[in-house]
């Protein structure tokens, strides 16, 4: 059964803008994007290059380029709104209750202090012992993330670690402060599939073990699948979609959602199925379409899709999405979902994935 | 019909400097491969085992250290002059990186041009109708042959790319990594064009990828490569349908499933990381981190063999051949 407190979310966002200065002006590149992060889930956020979901990561942790800046919005967490608060309170919080594990693990490691190093500091500063305590957590934590040889690690350089020693390095550092957020931009992008799998399935255990949230931001489908609980699809800097991961692929609302599920092969597939491309290429200047910005595109387009701005409004309990025609019940692929189905098969998902975990930590 | 016949390639590099100053990386080792016409045979593996240095060497842009390759019966190496030029015209590449691969600073219409006049597929009176064909044929429009690289999405630079390799009839041609860097709406309308291509001009083509989902979907044979080696090769249904090899095994259950109902489960994962090809482990390079290894796999270096029931089914894999495919 669930304890208390996992209804609470750990992260809130609400109505979240944000603009780019430009040589054409400022450019808004994200805008209405609402959601939340609850204790131990997995959120994940799906989107092409360029729809949003990074910049939307890096506003919470305070790393927007300069030319940027969260125009518009809350993002609650532990009780304060992290863009109203200046850079000192902001470094309480980077890195510590919100860690990051970026794609390139080498550019987010010192290369001049050792793996050891760098994790000691981190447990240090939320932990008042002495440097030799810490080293034996440092030297526990690389192990907890698959280093075979955890006390050679700790006095490695990053250059001398391969790219699945170095991310497995950064998840440890990230966890050194135990946060309770970890935020993971196309973290195992560059890793060949064994090496992702392998990371994975650490980080889905590892927010499992500690009741840690996970902020999954990827583009690719079968990883959504594989890891998230919860899932925002993003399009052309809107959230079009927000459902939970069994809906998402069971009977997604949104034509854009439905179209990217069509679109992406799977080992599974049949040799002659056919590959449904998305006609097209997603709009530059996205922000100057009045109406949806995915009616170009769309195989259900009518004209009022282009008369007015579309917004986010719940079709069901489990699902929202910004779409007039889902909306008013007029797309026959949106079937009526069982979300209480969803709701179960997530709990067992999760209580199952629970249960072969102890039973992993035992032996 | 065999097209292309490699035998015994070998291709190592200089690795780069420090201590390692007088290793060598082995990129290739000891492949032997046979392309036939008109099909697509796709090649597999993670960075680094030797996908795309091998596809260099199947259409000349790189020389083996020792091996040969024959095309329609003649070895590479040796052609000379014309006949040089004309098998060169046959065998074309398409990058992975749709940026890189085109010169910024000239026109579409350039770049589509210059390999037209040079080899004679057209004078100068008809260039202008050969390039709006071309790039119609790709899905662009011909108005777009006055703009610059710079002004294409990512999807169109792939279909310039795809454009410039078709230009000049070639037989096959090699298709590394054409679509890992185009967005995932986009990666389809490539591998669609690529399959229509195909059946259109009845090419041969390698496709080069570490996604099994999009090597299963254009391929009608896969090759699977781990440090430098071919360790299995087989009909496309056939590499899913019974596997042998335990790194294809791996390889399989590590590519995620687009099914939230069906989870990777960690009993089904690789454990340990990829050794580095500078120094790769003695007999079979996979035995550190194969779940099948036995003390020989640490001696002895496996060959490719048939399986029982399938001679084009190749296993470099004695253990899993024992115990029978998946």
């Not at chain 2, 036939?36 to 085992?49: A, D, I, K, M, R």
Request: aromatic share 6%; net charge negative.
């Amino acid at each position: 059964m669930m304890a208390t407190g996992h209804n609470e979310p750990v992260l809130s966002v609400r109505d979240l803008a944000i603009s780019f200065k430009t040589e054409q002006g400022e450019r808004i590149l994200l805008r209405d994007a609402s959601f939340e992060v609850k204790r131990g889930e997995v959120l994940g956020i799906v989107g092409e290059s360029g729809s949003g979901k990074s910049i939307t990561a890096l506003s919470l942790m305070g790393l927007l380029p300069v030319s940027g800046r969260v125009s518009h919005g809350e993002a609650w967490f532990e009780g304060q709104d992290l863009f109203t608060l200046s850079p000192r309170q902001l470094d309480r919080i980077r890195g510590k209750r919100i860690a990051m594990i970026f794609q390139d693990a080498l550019t987010s490691l010192n290369p001049v202090f050792t793996i050891g190093n760098q994790i000691v500091e981190g447990i240090r500063a939320h932990q008042d012992i002495s440097k030799a305590q810490a080293t034996q957590q440092a030297a526990q934590l690389l192990s907890r993330v698959g280093m075979a040889d955890p006390d050679n690690v700790l006095g490695q350089y990053a250059h001398m670690l391969s790219g699945g020693m170095r991310q497995r390095a950064m998840i440890a550092m990230a966890l050194a402060s135990e946060p309770a957020l970890i935020i993971a931009d196309e973290a195992t992008s560059s890793l060949d599939v064994t090496i992702q799998a392998q990371i994975m399935h650490l980080l889905r255990e590892l927010s499992l073990e500690r009741d840690m949230s996970v902020l999954l931001i990827t583009h690719d489908i079968g990883l959504i699948a594989q890891m998230a609980d919860k899932v925002i699809v993003m399009y052309a800097g809107e959230i079009v979609e927000n459902t939970d991961v069994f809906t998402l692929f069971e009977a997604p609302g949104h034509p854009y959602t439905r179209a990217l599920l069509e679109t992406v092969p799977s080992i599974e597939d049949d040799k002659d199925r056919e590959l449904q491309a998305i006609p097209g290429v997603v709009p530059e200047d996205y922000d100057a379409i009045s109406g949806c910005r995915f009616a170009g595109r769309c195989a259900y387009v009518e004209p009022k899709c282009r008369e007015s701005r579309q917004i986010m409004l719940p079709l069901d309990k489990c699902r929202q999405v910004r779409c007039i025609r889902a909306q008013n019940n007029e797309l026959e692929f949106v079937h009526s979902t069982q979300c209480e189905a969803s709701k179960i098969a997530l709990a067992r998902r999760k209580q199952e994935a629970k249960a072969k975990l102890s039973e992993r930590l035992r032996t | 019909m065999t097209l292309l016949r490699a035998e015994n390639l070998y291709r190592t590099f200089p690795a780069a400097g420090g201590f390692a100053r007088r290793k060598r990386v082995r990129a290739v080792t000891d492949i032997s491969l046979t392309m036939y016409e008109n099909e697509t045979l796709g090649l597999v593996g993670e960075s680094g085992s030797g996908k795309s240095t091998l596809g260099r060497l199947l259409i000349g842009l790189d020389q083996p250290d020792s091996g040969t390759v024959y095309y329609r019966g003649q070895d590479l190496s040796q052609l000379k002059g014309q006949d040089k030029k004309r098998v060169r015209t046959e065998m074309q590449i398409v990058f992975q990186d749709p940026w890189a691969s085109l010169n910024p600073r000239k026109r579409i219409y350039d770049i589509l041009s210059a390999p037209l006049l040079y080899h004679n597929y057209a004078t100068k009176a008809d260039v202008g109708t050969k390039v709006a064909a071309l790039l119609e044929k790709v899905g662009l429009s011909p108005e777009s042959s006055e703009r610059y690289p710079h002004e294409f999405s990512g999807g169109q630079r792939q279909r310039i790319g795809i454009a410039r390799a078709l230009s000049l009839n070639p037989a096959v041609i090699v298709c590394d990594e054409p679509v890992s860097a185009l967005d995932v709406s986009i990666q389809a309308q490539i591998l669609n064009l690529l399959q229509e291509l195909q059946d259109e001009y009845n090419l041969t083509l390698l496709f080069i990828s570490h996604g099994l989902a999009s090597i299963k979907y254009l391929s009608d044979r896969i090759a699977v490569m781990y440090l430098g080696r071919i360790v299995e090769i087989a009909g496309a249904e056939k590499l899913f349908s019974s596997t042998y090899h335990p790194y294809t095994r791996a390889l399989i259950m590590s590519s995620p499933v687009p099914d939230p109902y069906r989870r990777q489960e960690p009993e089904a994962l690789l454990s340990g990381e990829i050794p580095s090809n500078i120094d790769p482990p003695s007999g079979c390079h996979f035995h550190p981190r194969c779940p099948l290894a036995e003390d020989s796999c640490r001696r002895e270096i496996p060959q490719l063999t048939p399986v029982p029931d399938d001679l084009t089914h190749l296993v470099a894999c004695p253990i899993a051949l024992a115990g029978g495919g998946l």
